[in-house]
């Protein structure tokens, strides 16, 4: 009776030491990848977001219009999305970060608008009664006031592009995506494991980071809350 391996690798098992210590270089750069793509995706997409979002709340007819759009672009299928913008950035990084930032916008637009929107009106009057320009109001008044709603919008954006950046592993660029899809077609189980794992303490430890610059941003929030 022949005796089984020694190591979990050869027994393929679910969670196993000896992937990690020997692919350590492949997850590092995986993780690097997972990390820039998300980044990037969210910072085009939050830039993109609070001029339409300011739009929206500033001409009453926009508002439509823009979350209309963000809200079909939203419900399209990762897989037809990335088909529809191939032709424009090719087989790329840029294919999978322009996918996410349009997917972001509804998410990111919503809050902001919303946030926007909660302003109080006699807040505003006070500061136009100060000479508050349209600019300074926006900068100085609003966009503050706003930032909450704003963050929480954010959080759950960011929360979602690290999860829907593993989609771009059909075109190479998916930062832990492609170890797990590598890994389903060779049923690698610690491979598949650990990158999923990995995406979630990924999504966990940017939510948390993002929670704490709200607390610190707005603390206003925590001393209405005490």
């Not at 109001?137 to 592009?161: F, K, N």
């Not at 690698?188 to 990995?198: D, E, G, I, P």
Request: proline content about 5%; overall charge positive; hydrophobic content about 55%.
């Amino acid at each position: 009776m022949t005796a089984p391996p020694d190591d979990c690798l050869a027994r393929n098992e679910w969670i196993c030491g000896d992937y990690l210590s020997s692919r350590g270089q492949i997850l590092t750069d995986a993780v690097l990848q997972h990390l820039r793509l998300t980044f990037l995706a969210v910072l085009i997409g939050l830039v993109l977001a609070v001029p339409l979002a300011v739009a929206a709340r500033r001409w009453g007819w926009a508002a439509a219009p823009v979350l209309g759009l963000t809200t079909i672009l939203y419900t399209i299928p990762s897989l037809a999305m990335f088909s529809l913008l191939l032709p424009v950035y090719g087989l790329s990084a840029a294919l999978v970060v322009a996918g996410l930032v349009l997917y972001s916008l509804t998410l990111l637009v919503r809050n902001i608008l919303a946030g926007l929107r909660a302003v109080p009106e006699e807040t505003r009057q006070a500061a136009r009664g100060m000479g508050y320009g349209p600019v300074r109001l926006l900068c100085a008044v609003e966009l503050p006031l706003a930032l909450p709603a704003a963050m929480a919008g954010l959080r759950i954006a960011t929360v979602s592009a690290v999860s829907l950046v593993t989609i771009g592993a059909i075109v190479g660029h998916g930062g832990l995506g492609n170890l797990i899809y590598a890994g389903m077609n060779t049923y690698f189980k610690a491979q598949v494991l650990t990158a999923s794992v990995l995406c979630v303490v990924i999504a966990v430890a940017a939510d948390l980071v993002l929670l704490l610059i709200q607390r610190a941003l707005t603390p206003w929030t925590r001393k209405g809350a005490a």
